[in-house]
């Protein structure tokens, strides 16, 4: 069984640029999530969607990050402008979902993003 | 507000001997916990859970204890080997549904 997939790995971009990440969740998870993880932090939760629903966005920054599945498989996560705090590993998690109280999270390789 | 803690950042052991790693939460909510561990360069993997309603749970060379009174759960891995190390992530989750509130890790060194 294919794992989460995300791309690219690495990305450095300048202050005020606009980067996307992409997620491809394992086939037949309903529920992705996207994470921010900030060295010598534990992953925080950015968004969690139930196929292409916003289930919570409390966390995500709303006036820079957004975040769309489409069609309730594949989701990007953009930022626009970024700024020098956002450097960080962004981690797309998918789990089985479908209203079962807890469902074990998968989590892709993350992608490393540096904000010079 | 840091729900979750993970008051060692790091512990170095024994090949062979045991390793403990502890967590502790403030938020009474939680009823499900998890230990993920993470390798540099990967996403974090699945390593063991507990439900609210058991105090231990066994699964091979881990071991994951909880004290809900004290609000503390600790991961025990007999005998330590030096594949398991990496930076081990306790979180938590509400009854609610499967959002994840993780602490800060804890980098495990096994010494061969």
């Known amino acids: 069984e294919a794992g989460v997939a995300q791309s690219p790995r690495y990305k450095i971009i300048e202050k005020r640029q606009s980067v996307a990440f992409w997620c491809n969740p394992i086939s037949g998870h309903a529920t992705l999530y996207w994470y921010q993880q900030i060295l010598g932090q534990g992953p925080k939760l950015l968004i969690q969607f139930q196929n292409n629903g916003v289930v919570d966005d409390s966390q995500l920054p709303k006036d820079r990050f957004s975040a769309e599945r489409l069609k309730g498989v594949d989701s990007t996560l953009k930022i626009q402008p970024a700024k020098l705090e956002d450097s960080a590993v962004y981690l797309c998690a998918s789990s089985l979902g479908g209203g079962v109280s807890y469902n074990e999270q998968f989590f892709g390789p993350g992608t490393r993003l540096t904000v010079l | 507000d840091q729900q979750v803690k993970q008051n060692s950042p790091s512990l170095s052991v024994q090949e062979g001997r045991i390793s403990i790693l502890n967590c502790d939460y403030t938020n009474s909510m939680f009823d499900y916990f998890l230990w993920y561990k993470k390798y540099p360069a990967e996403g974090p993997t699945f390593l063991i859970s507990?439900?609210?309603?058991?105090d231990k749970n066994e699964d091979g060379r881990f071991t994951v204890f909880l004290n809900k009174s004290a609000k503390h759960l600790s991961l025990h891995i007999v005998p330590s080997q030096p594949g398991d190390s990496a930076v081990y992530f306790c979180?938590?989750?509400?009854?609610?549904?499967?959002?994840?509130?993780f602490g800060t890790g804890t980098r495990l060194a096994v010494r061969p």
């Open positions: 507990i439900s609210s309603i058991k």
């Open positions: 979180a938590a989750s509400g009854s609610s549904g499967d959002k994840l509130t």
